[in-house]
């Protein structure tokens, strides 16, 4: 996964034609479940999936990169404390800075929780063209 750092960084994961944002803490549990299952996905990837996995740390719950974070989860109208608070290793699956799904807890037991296959699909509808369609 590629790291985001700094503004630059954050601007780069939006303008990229498909990515997964992976929203890493190091006090949860939850969070490492989660990087585990989403780094299964990254390493069974087909090098010609068109997307791009990023990692935020977003420990500290501070600064210029959480901030934009926020305010673009917001801008799109998302539950940014739910997915910036939780600690559960949230991956928000994104195409050209709109968001096109959320995950707050991947690695769930729960009913919600996901299997590495059924993220590593979720990620390859999302990178299918879609068909025109008629006026």
């Known amino acids: 996964m590629e790291s985001i750092t700094n503004l630059a960084d954050l601007s780069a994961?939006?303008?990229?034609?498909?990515a997964a944002i992976f929203l890493w803490v190091d006090w949860a549990m939850?969070?490492?479940?989660s990087e585990a299952l989403v780094q299964e996905v990254v390493d069974e990837a087909s090098p010609e999936t068109p997307i791009r996995f990023f990692r935020i740390d977003v420990s500290e719950q501070s600064g210029e990169v959480w901030t934009?974070?926020?305010?673009w989860l917001r801008r799109e109208r998302k539950d940014a404390d739910h997915l910036t608070y939780s600690g559960?290793?949230?991956l928000i699956l994104a195409r050209r800075g709109r968001v096109i799904s959320t995950f707050v807890y991947p690695a769930s037991r729960l009913p919600g929780?996901?299997?590495?296959?059924?993220?590593?699909q979720a990620i390859i509808s999302m990178c299918r063209p879609t068909e025109p369609?008629?006026?």
Do not use: K, W
């Open 68 to 71: 934009e974070l926020r305010h």
């Open 13 to 18: 994961a939006l303008l990229a034609e498909y």
């Open 30 to 33: 939850q969070a490492r479940e």
């Open 88 to 90: 559960a290793g949230s």
């Open 113 to 120: 929780g996901l299997t590495a296959r059924e993220l590593s």
């Open 133 to 135: 369609t008629a006026d």
